[in-house]
Each structure stands twice: as structure tokens, then as C-alpha cells.
């Protein structure tokens, strides 16, 4: 299959069959946001699930919390976010594109490029000379580009009722201000209101620590688990759901004793590739690959991120950082509070003297939730090619998805809409419903339809009612993955279902 039309099934498969809608479509939709329909939201509710089962519930050492997206804007200013958090932004001066310089295609300085007028393969050939910011336009190959300047990712908004704008007027009102001086009295007004939407879940978990750590009696190592939303106004949203403007994040920081951060990148990206491994088909379209120093962020000591192969190339799934003591220090001196660590039965490495205070480090495996979605979902697509009787190909297309993540569990299907099949579906469905699952009753359409339907949504178990069901309480188990079906007693296809349906 073409690399590129698989990103086209999926979006397709997405929108028909209710996983991933565009956001305010009706008008016409926004291109940075998604809405998650009945059957995404399932998805992304079993995956966070799995994700918060890894991390909370199946350890002793982590505890989770659920914090406000809307921070002290001061938390914004202390972690580096207000003055670094910005992306280089280019104009294309030829085509009019708008673009991220430092992921622009790279040309060698002064080298001679050919590109169509406006943009279009319609337009005059013309010729130019690279610039010395060493890449052209991604979408015409102009080199005729805007200097860059800095575009700050994070999405502002006021909070409570004073009208910025009302107050930046009446400020300037018969005052002979130029654009610049204009400029910094509108930043002083919003600023008195101003705050931000989080960028990233991270912040809370190291302005709380200190909660957290005196509240549960925590002791180091342990580490503080969250997901929610996040928000970035990101310069290009691409991909469908791999990067849009809103988004949500499973992130965790571990705080450790200062000197054992190698060993604790090497146990965290070890247990994240696992975790990834466990719910996945294809275990090998999964890698690490370390960060070169160029690459690290000014809090980063170490990283690695987790690479899913997606159509377009490798790309980041997860990013596992080694944060070092930077953010508990910042926050610690911003605020005054003593974000350290008292540990009784360590000796200080500096005076030898018994109880050792310190700051801790940070190990940050930071998943993309919805970016997650996008990885089972690609991972998850098969396309089976057979010929019928007829010698027609027929193309199966079904979602492999683990059954711990497949949004029905079970489809149970009366054959006919009468005889008391319905009625037998019915209650077979609410035995499955009392242990826990998502399952579907549904009578309409040929069976075979059916079976294709659930196929292409992934439920990874159809259950059929027929005749004989009536008469000795056995119905067919349908594996959606090898398309076989076993005659089953009513309690051994459900005990078969619910077993199947565990995480790893
Ligand atoms: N606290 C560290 C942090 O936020 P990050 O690498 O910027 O690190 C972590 O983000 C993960 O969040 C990424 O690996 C990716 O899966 C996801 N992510 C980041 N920006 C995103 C966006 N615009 N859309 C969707 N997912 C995004």
C-alpha cells in the first residue's frame, strides 16, 4: 500500500465510521483541533487507561494527580516557557506560505535554486540564491523568504473581568505614542490579566511536588503521574491528529537522588518500549533514539524519545528526559518554598554528617495521548485480499487493535430479527455489560455486513445468536482476526471474551 494513502484510509476510516471528526466541521472546521467521536473516545479513554494502569495502579511508587490547565502565569515566566518556548517563524515571500524555519528543507548557502512564480506550477520558472539562513520554502522552494522572528507557542487569553483593550485605550488617550511604545503599554495592560493555557502538563507535578511528596509521605524515588490537555499554537499543524493546537499528554515525572539519572533514563525508556510493545502489532515499528547534544533542551541533561514509523518517515511518539534538578530549583527560587528532599538515612556527601537534604532529579517520560491514538490506529490497519467465488478480490479491512483498547469488546448479533433472537442477543449483551465491557447489540444489516463493520472498528470478538442458541444455549464466537468461528457455550464465549479483553 502506498505510505501515503494509508494516512488517507485512516482519516477516512476515522471520520465514517466515528473516531476522529475535524473540529466545528459544519462551519466549515478548524484545522488544529479534533473532536473524538464514540468510537475515538473509547479508544483514547482505554489507552489513557492502559497508560495510568502502567504507571498508577500496578505501582506503589507513583501517585497521580489532575491539575488546573490555567497556572500562576508566573509558573511560565520560572520554567523558561515565556522567554523560550518560540519557534522561528518565516514568511515565504513567493508563495506566501507560513513555516517553521528550523524544519525547513536545507539548501547550501549561496547555491542557485529554480521555483515557480506565486507558487504555482503554472507560474514563470525563476531563479534565486539560497540565503544565509541555509533553507528554502518547504512548499515552492523559493528562497525568498522574511527574516525569522520568534512566534511564542503558548496561547494567551485574561483572566477575570477587566477588559485589557478598554484599559490599553484610556492608557494612550492623548498620548502621541509610536508603534513600539503602543506596543509595550498593550503588553503592560494584558499583562495585569494575562495567563496562559498550558503547553504542557509537566509544570503542576514540580509546583506540587511538595504537596504531594507531605501529603502521601512519599519517598524518593517515587514519582507524580498526570494527563489532561495541553495546548500549543503550533506554527504548522500536520498530520491529522499527530500535531494540532490542542491536544493531551500522559506525562510523569520520577524524582530521583541526584548522580542515579542514568540509571534511571535506562530503567524508564526499557519500561515505556515495553509498554508500547505490549499493545502493539508491529513491535519493530517502535524505537529509541538518543538526543544529540544539540538537540537537548536547556533543562535536559539526557534524552531519548520513542520513535513510532510512521507514513511519512520516523517521528516522535514519547520524549524520555533526563530533567536534572533545573525545574524544582526554578520554581524553589522563584517562590521561596523548599522544594527538597530530606532523606534521614543518607549520609550528606558533602559533610559526611548523618541526613542528607537535597533537590531531586527528574526522570520525564512525556506520551503524547491523542499522538498515541494515531500510532495503534496506524498500526492497527490490515487490509486482507481474497478472491470469491466468483473470482472477484475482495478486500477485508479490519482495526487489529489489542482487545484491551478496541472501543466495543463485542458485538452480539441475532442472525434474524425475530424468534426471541433479539431478545437472547439482549441478555447475553448485559452479562457482558455487568463485567465491565463496552459492547454493541446490533441486529441491523445482512450478517455479513456486520462482521465487516465490527472488522473495521476493531471489536476484536463478534457473538452470533442463531436457531440453535434457542434450543441449547450455544452461539458462535467470531475472531475478528482470523475470521474462525467456535461453537461455545453462552458462559465460555463471554469467559472467552472478558479473559481476552485483560491488559497485558
Ligand atoms: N513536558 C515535556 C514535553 O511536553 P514534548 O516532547 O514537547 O515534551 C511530549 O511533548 C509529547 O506530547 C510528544 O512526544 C508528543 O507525543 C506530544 N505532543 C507535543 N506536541 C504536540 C502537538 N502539537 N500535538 C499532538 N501531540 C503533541
Redesign the pocket.
Given at each position: 500500500m502506498n505510505e501515503l494513502d494509508l494516512m488517507t484510509k485512516i482519516v477516512s476510516l476515522c471520520k465514517r465510521r466515528g473516531f476522529v471528526f475535524q473540529s466545528s466541521e459544519i462551519y466549515g472546521g478548524l484545522k488544529s483541533a479534533y473532536d473524538y467521536g464514540p468510537l475515538g473516545v473509547e479508544l483514547k479513554r482505554n489507552i489513557a487507561a492502559a497508560w495510568w494502569r502502567s504507571m498508577v495502579y500496578e505501582r506503589d511508587d507513583i501517585v497521580g494527580i489532575d491539575a488546573s490547565i490555567i497556572m500562576h502565569p508566573k509558573v511560565w515566566e520560572t520554567s523558561g516557557h515565556v522567554a523560550g518556548f518560540s519557534d522561528p517563524l518565516v514568511d515565504c515571500l513567493n508563495c506566501k506560505e507560513r513555516f517553521r524555519g528550523d524544519k525547513a528543507p536545507r539548501a547550501e548557502v549561496g547555491s542557485e535554486v529554480v521555483f515557480h512564480e506565486g507558487g504555482k506550477s503554472s507560474g514563470k520558472k525563476l531563479k534565486g540564491h539560497v540565503g544565509a539562513c541555509g533553507y528554502v520554502c518547504p512548499v515552492c522552494s523559493s528562497p525568498n523568504l522574511s527574516d525569522e522572528r520568534q512566534f511564542n507557542g503558548m496561547f494567551r487569553t485574561t483572566l477575570g473581568p477587566v477588559d485589557p483593550l478598554a484599559e490599553f485605550f484610556k492608557e494612550i488617550k492623548e498620548k502621541n505614542l509610536d508603534e513600539r511604545e503602543m506596543r509595550a503599554k498593550y503588553e503592560e495592560c494584558l499583562k495585569r490579566s494575562l495567563v496562559y493555557l498550558r503547553?504542557?502538563?509537566?509544570q503542576a507535578m514540580f509546583v506540587q511536588f511538595l504537596n504531594v511528596q507531605q501529603t502521601t509521605s512519599m519517598k524518593v524515588p517515587f514519582g507524580i503521574a498526570q494527563q489532561g490537555k495541553?495546548f500549543?499554537n503550533?506554527i504548522v499543524?500536520e498530520h491529522f491528529?499527530?500535531?494540532?493546537?490542542e491536544?493531551e499528554?500522559m506525562?510523569m515525572e520520577f524524582f530521583i537522588e541526584p548522580g542515579t539519572q542514568d540509571q534511571w533514563l535506562k530503567y524508564w525508556t526499557d519500561e515505556r518500549m515495553a509498554w508500547y510493545k505490549k499493545y502493539a502489532n508491529s513491535g519493530e515499528s517502535f524505537r529509541l533514539r538518543q538526543h544529540d547534544k544539540t538537540e537537548l533542551a536547556h533543562y535536559s541533561d539526557d534524552c531519548y524519545?520513542v520513535e513510532y514509523l510512521y507514513p511519512w518517515g520516523w517521528g516522535?511518539?514519547?520524549?524520555i528526559?533526563s530533567r536534572t534538578d533545573y525545574d524544582l530549583k526554578r520554581h524553589g527560587a522563584a517562590t521561596g518554598s523548599k522544594l527538597s528532599y530530606f532523606d534521614q538515612n543518607k549520609a550528606d556527601p558533602e559533610t559526611g554528617k548523618p541526613g542528607w537534604r537535597y533537590v531531586p532529579y527528574v526522570i520525564?517520560p512525556?506520551?503524547?495521548l491523542?499522538?498515541?491514538v494515531l500510532a495503534m490506529l496506524l498500526d492497527a490497519y490490515c487490509e486482507e485480499k481474497s478472491v470469491d467465488a466468483n473470482g472477484q478480490e475482495k478486500v477485508r479491512v479490519l482495526l487489529k487493535l489489542h482487545p484491551a483498547l478496541a472501543p466495543i469488546k463485542a458485538a452480539v448479533l441475532p442472525l434474524v430479527k425475530k424468534d426471541g433472537q433479539p431478545e437472547k442477543a439482549e441478555a447475553i449483551a448485559k452479562e457482558l455489560r455487568r463485567a465491565g465491557l463496552n459492547v454493541a447489540c446490533d441486529d441491523a444489516q445482512s450478517i455479513g455486513k456486520r462482521y465487516a463493520k465490527h472488522d473495521e472498528v476493531g471489536t476484536p470478538y463478534c457473538i452470533t445468536v442463531d436457531t440453535q442458541t434457542l434450543e441449547d444455549q450455544t452461539v458462535t464466537l467470531r475472531d475478528r482476526d482470523t475470521a474462525q468461528q467456535e461453537r461455545l457455550t453462552i458462559p465460555a464465549a463471554v469467559a472467552k471474551v472478558v479473559e481476552a479483553c485483560r491488559h497485558p
Open positions: 503547553p504542557e502538563t509537566a495541553s500549543r503550533e499543524v491528529i499527530f500535531r494540532s493546537c491536544f499528554q506525562e524519545d516522535e511518539l514519547e520524549g528526559a520525564e512525556a506520551a503524547g491523542t499522538r498515541t
